[in-house]
């Protein structure tokens, strides 16, 4: 067993703040940073946590803003509204995604797991910072829909909120700064790797079901291009050939690099947990594992940009047979981290 | 199996008021003003009823919004004073006069030839150094997207009338998208007079507006009217934009 410490010592961080003109020094405050506990065979970590360390007060403040709808405009809707923690932080069953006054986006919520080892974040990228990607759902008019100026009113005017910023941060004060750094500090704490699959990685014990065994060989030759590596998500954009919907004609990462090479092209999914994450694809189209299968054996249509992957053989997409499917199928289960999905320093109550 | 452990010992903050006794005396320091001015041919554009030509169509300008950020005062012996980057992010709203008087607290006295400051905001601070504080002057402003986590460094909307078009609404909403697209730029303005700071505290600083169409590069509404995301349009915009300043200091 390697050990590799991240030490940020005790650092000790003058500061110059205009309220203690008269003392010089304010009490010293006691907030434990906390640590997370990643397999070896996951990639390095991108996110900055030299810049926000996690600490056990910034994680509670962090849960408490996630499951609080002063978030959002009609003080309901908040980011646990969507993001359900027994689906791996996904809004279960929904096709896209629900916000203030039954509004409906036009994507399907997105698993919240493992996101200290992405580069960008949502369909299409357009957040390039996980400190950052909370501002597009907030401000959004179709999911909270709610300014940050309100929410910082709202949070400064609330009878614990100002207490509880003052504990997690260093300046104390109740800003969007602050506020997104403790999402965040929530956030960073959830890795999930602690499936059957990683299990089996870790020599504990466990083993592949002959069939599970079968998925894998058959993932590994027809799926691990796009789904690489142990987030299964080489973090690529991609068109998998789906067909437009003209409901939504949804351009996806187009619209953030403008690029019309990038139209209809949109992030490869992690497939960690997938068998919970229902519904499937950036639109919620398919209900079941099963149906995207299907999609890539013989769904799939030519439209602009469609992955070259798909396009190496006579025919379009992926062949694979009934018990094929079946397999992988079996193997994709595998990656399904119940200790995560019931983990409770997540949990909402 | 390898552990990955955040080990934090106790932190103890420290912090000390900015006038305690170990800081420079405060007659060092004094506040400054830059003010801007948006000029068509020398005179301050006025929103919504004036036309205005540029070389083939003639257009009024509706919204007219941008950001300052990354203020950095050079001084004679070269010596840079960056002002503290978190309270370095600012909106030029046309529609607001206070908005167009930046007051900088705490610049140290002395002899300045040069202020370099930003367009936008750098992403390569993003999101360090509290430019998520920014998010709600910003907001208010509506220099946000709402499906980008990102900022509008320039709004610049109105209608133009060209030969063939009449009354047309135009748009220009530029800001930076991911490491591709990186419309931040810097705008370096010399004075032609020392500032000797504690005499003067005031920088006037003139954009002239039109040149948003015609400096490096030559934009035709008619060509394009609505210009956003846009690779090829919008770093020309912004290269306009950055040549649009200048200072009688």
């Known amino acids: 067993m390697r050990l590799s410490f991240f030490l940020l010592l005790s650092l000790w961080l003058v500061s110059?703040?205009?309220e203690d003109a008269d003392s010089g020094y304010e009490a010293i405050v006691e907030n434990d940073t906390l640590s997370i506990e990643i397999p070896d065979y996951f990639p390095e970590v991108t996110y900055n946590f030299e810049a926000n360390p996690p600490t056990e007060k910034g994680f509670e403040l962090g849960k408490k803003l996630f499951y609080d709808g002063k978030l959002s405009s009609d003080g309901v809707v908040s980011c646990g509204f969507c993001h359900i923690q027994d689906f791996s932080f996904t809004h279960h069953t929904h096709i896209v995604s629900h916000g203030v006054n039954g509004a409906l986006g036009t994507r399907n919520a997105q698993p919240l797991q493992n996101m200290i080892f992405m580069n960008e974040f949502t369909w299409d990228g357009a957040a390039e910072s996980l400190d950052a990607q909370p501002i597009i759902p907030i401000t959004a008019e179709v999911e909270m829909n709610e300014s940050f100026s309100n929410i910082i009113d709202k949070l400064q005017a609330d009878e614990e909120y100002p207490q509880l910023f003052a504990e997690a941060f260093e300046n104390g004060e109740v800003n969007t700064d602050n506020m997104l750094k403790a999402i965040s500090q929530f956030l960073v704490m959830m890795v999930s790797a602690d499936s059957k699959y990683d299990k089996i990685l870790k020599n504990e014990g466990s083993q592949f079901t002959d069939e599970e065994e079968a998925g894998k060989v058959l993932f590994d030759q027809k799926c691990a291009t796009c789904h690489a590596g142990v987030l299964f998500t080489d973090q690529s954009y991609r068109n998998n050939g789906l067909p437009i919907d003209p409901e939504y004609d949804d351009e996806g990462r187009s619209r953030v690099t403008g690029l019309q090479a990038d139209k209809y092209k949109f992030k490869v999914p992690s497939l960690r947990n997938i068998q919970i994450t229902y519904p499937y694809m950036h639109d919620g189209r398919f209900q079941t594992l099963a149906q995207v299968l299907d999609h890539y054996d013989s769904g799939?249509?030519?439209?602009?940009?469609?992955?070259?992957?798909?396009?190496?053989?006579?025919?379009?997409?992926?062949?694979?047979?009934?018990?094929?499917?079946?397999?992988?199928?079996?193997?994709?289960?595998?990656?399904?981290?119940d200790n995560f999905l019931l983990d409770d320093r997540f949990a909402e109550f | 199996m390898k552990k990955w452990w955040l080990l934090f010992m106790v932190l103890g903050f420290v912090a000390c008021s900015e006038d305690s006794d170990d800081q420079a005396s405060p007659q060092e320091f004094t506040g400054i003003t830059l003010q801007f001015q948006n000029q068509i041919e020398g005179e301050n554009v006025v929103l919504n009823s004036e036309t205005y030509m540029n070389s083939e169509e003639t257009y009024e300008i509706e919204t007219l919004r941008y950001i300052i950020s990354n203020i950095v005062l050079i001084a004679e012996n070269g010596e840079e004073f960056a002002y503290p980057q978190a309270e370095s992010y600012f909106v030029v709203n046309e529609e607001n006069e206070a908005s167009k008087s930046i007051t900088l607290e705490n610049i140290p006295i002395q002899n300045y030839e040069a202020i370099r400051f930003g367009l936008g905001v750098d992403q390569s601070n993003y999101p360090l150094n509290g430019v998520n504080n920014f998010v709600p002057t910003a907001e208010e402003n509506n220099m946000l997207w709402s499906w980008s986590a990102g900022y509008i460094f320039l709004r610049f909307e109105g209608n133009y009338t060209s030969a063939t078009e009449t009354d047309r609404l135009f748009a220009y909403h530029i800001g930076s998208h991911g490491q591709a697209l990186d419309n931040y730029k810097e705008v370096t303005l010399d004075f032609q007079n020392t500032l000797a700071l504690g005499s003067s505290n005031s920088i006037e600083i003139t954009s002239d507006v039109s040149k948003i169409f015609e400096a490096e590069f030559s934009l035709s509404l008619e060509d394009i009217d609505d210009i956003q995301v846009d690779p090829q349009y919008s770093p020309q915009v912004m290269a306009n934009f950055s040549q649009s300043f200048s200072t009688q200091q």
Not at chain 1, 305 to 314: A, I, K, R, T
């Open chain 1, 300 to 337: 799939m249509v030519v439209t602009e940009n469609l992955d070259p992957v798909f396009q190496q053989n006579e025919n379009l997409g992926i062949s694979l047979t009934e018990d094929e499917k079946q397999k992988i199928i079996a193997f994709l289960e595998t990656l399904t981290d």
């Open chain 1, 16 to 18: 110059c703040s205009e």
